[in-house]
């Protein structure tokens, strides 16, 4: 069974930074691409970043620059660092394989970012 546990979320003022995690059991996260997906209230679920196999990574526009994904394999770990974070950015994140898979999907962390 997948199971994909995201934490490190919070409030946070604008400005400011937070570091994501997600811990993966129960699949090959070494040969999977991983992503950080956010959904805001009242809109659909955004694909934010993105990492795979080989460490490639690549980033929605509205946070290049800012974000920053990585993973550790040995740790089963994928991570988001959040910087320079806007109000917009409020948000549940949730990690999940590329392409989701909905079985995968966890109860995300929250992340508020005050004006």
């Known amino acids: 069974q997948v199971q994909l546990v995201e934490s490190g979320g919070g409030l946070v003022q604008a400005g400011g930074s937070l570091r994501l995690s997600c811990a993966a059991s129960?699949?090959?996260?070494?040969?999977?691409?991983m992503g950080w997906y956010r959904q805001a209230p009242g809109k659909q679920r955004e694909l934010v970043a993105v990492?795979?196999?080989?460490?490639?990574?690549n980033y929605a526009d509205s946070v290049k620059g800012r974000f920053t994904i990585s993973r550790d394999n040995a740790k089963r770990t994928v991570y988001l660092q959040m910087n320079s974070l806007k109000p917009e950015d409020t948000a549940i994140y949730y990690c999940?394989?590329?392409?989701?898979?909905?079985?995968?999907w966890g109860q995300g962390t929250q992340v508020t970012v005050s004006s």
């Open positions: 999940n394989v590329i392409p989701s898979r909905f079985p995968y």
């Open positions: 129960g699949l090959s996260f070494s040969i999977n691409a």
């Open positions: 990492i795979t196999s080989g460490g490639s990574t």
